[in-house]
């Protein structure tokens, strides 16, 4: 609550979807989705990982959970579905699509990414690269595993990693 936000920045979530039931998100026309893809719909996730970063990002100020730190409805959101209803993922085509419809179908100037993996791709990469050369900040997982290995897209020099420590600063 120590942040303003004026609104105007799409923010694209690359995840599970989004539950437009979910009573902690907003449900109204500030999220926006691409149709279509092998995953599913965006607007449905049967696997709650996307609906899971919509909150962190865009939670309303209620009393059902968390509050997000854009919270009230005032965070624009555009979805991409990547993963189905099992969390399987696509391929690197898949994500580099994806980036694509954020920018293109979304207006997004910022994507999330909340996913990644220990392969790199030149495809992505050159994807990446050209997105933040057209002023998009990508931001990405650096993973879950709690060691110094590389993941793919945060270790990108084009992308943010975000990583959390421990109470051990581990």
Same mark, same amino acid.
């Given at each position: 609550?120590?942040?303003?936000?004026?609104?105007?920045?799409?923010?694209?979530?690359?995840?599970?979807?989004?539950?437009?039931?979910?009573?902690?998100?907003?449900?109204?026309?500030?999220?926006?989705?691409?149709? #279509?893809?092998?995953?599913? $719909?965006?607007?449905?996730?049967?696997? +709650?990982? #996307?609906?899971?970063?919509?909150?962190?990002?865009?939670?309303?100020?209620?009393?059902?959970?968390?509050?997000?730190?854009?919270?009230?409805?005032?965070?624009?959101?555009?979805?991409?579905?990547?993963?189905?209803?099992?969390?399987?993922?696509?391929?690197?085509?898949?994500?580099?699509?994806?980036?694509?419809?954020?920018?293109?179908?979304?207006?997004?100037?910022?994507?999330?990414?909340?996913? +990644?993996?220990?392969?790199?791709?030149?495809?992505?990469?050159?994807?990446?690269?050209?997105?933040?050369?057209?002023?998009?900040?990508?931001?990405?997982?650096?993973?879950?595993?709690?060691?110094?290995?590389?993941?793919? $897209?945060?270790?990108?020099?084009?992308?943010?990693?975000?990583?959390?420590?421990?109470?051990?600063?581990?």
């Amino acid at each position: 609550d120590q942040l303003t936000y004026g609104g105007g920045t799409t923010v694209c979530i690359i995840d599970s979807g989004y539950d437009h039931g979910h009573p902690d998100l907003p449900a109204g026309a500030n999220v926006t989705g691409t149709a #279509g893809g092998s995953s599913g $719909p965006w607007d449905e996730d049967g696997f +709650g990982h #996307g609906t899971h970063v919509a909150g962190t990002i865009a939670a309303l100020s209620n009393t059902e959970g968390v509050y997000g730190v854009l919270p009230g409805g005032n965070a624009d959101l555009h979805i991409v579905r990547v993963f189905n209803n099992s969390g399987g993922f696509s391929y690197a085509s898949g994500l580099v699509a994806a980036l694509s419809d954020c920018e293109n179908d979304g207006g997004a100037k910022v994507i999330n990414m909340s996913l +990644g993996g220990s392969f790199k791709s030149r495809t992505e990469q050159r994807a990446f690269n050209d997105a933040e050369s057209r002023g998009i900040l990508s931001i990405a997982a650096a993973g879950n595993d709690g060691n110094s290995r590389h993941s793919y $897209p945060a270790s990108y020099s084009s992308v943010v990693s975000v990583a959390a420590v421990d109470e051990f600063e581990n």
